[in-house]
């Protein structure tokens, strides 16, 4: 079992920056390759990014790609979102996963999950 904890999350005008963090315990955090997804009320939760368990190779969903960048620390078993340039429609919940074996954009391929930590922009 993975257990994973988000924070971070907070309110901050359009154009601030917030950075996640998700600390993972349980196993052995390096062969996980990890993503952060969001859902905003009333909608389907979607992906963010990803990162794989080398962080050689980082994915990211069209709607973040140049401001929200994904890093993790596999000393600290962490994995990071910094989130820059922030919008309204940034405005979610957002989750930490994890998965063994390679980073998916698919949120089904994940197999733990943190509880997430509430982002929410104003204009």
């Known amino acids: 079992q993975v257990q994973l904890v988000e924070s971070g999350g907070g309110l901050v005008q359009a154009g601030g920056s917030l950075r996640l963090s998700c600390a993972a315990s349980?196993?052995?955090?390096?062969?996980?390759?990890m993503g952060w997804f969001r859902q905003a009320p009333g909608k389907e939760r979607e992906f963010v990014a990803a990162i794989s368990w080398r962080a050689i190779n980082t994915y990211y969903a069209d709607s973040v790609k140049g401001r929200f960048t994904i890093a993790r620390d596999n000393a600290k078993n962490t994995v990071y979102l910094q989130m820059n340039s922030l919008k309204p429609e940034d405005t979610a919940v957002y989750y930490c996963?994890?998965?063994?074996?390679?980073?998916?954009?698919?949120?089904?391929?994940?197999?733990?999950w943190g509880q997430g930590t509430q982002v929410t922009v104003s204009s």
């Open positions: 349980g196993r052995a955090f390096s062969p996980y390759a």
């Open positions: 996963a994890a998965r063994y074996g390679d980073a998916s954009y698919s949120l089904h391929e994940y197999g733990y």
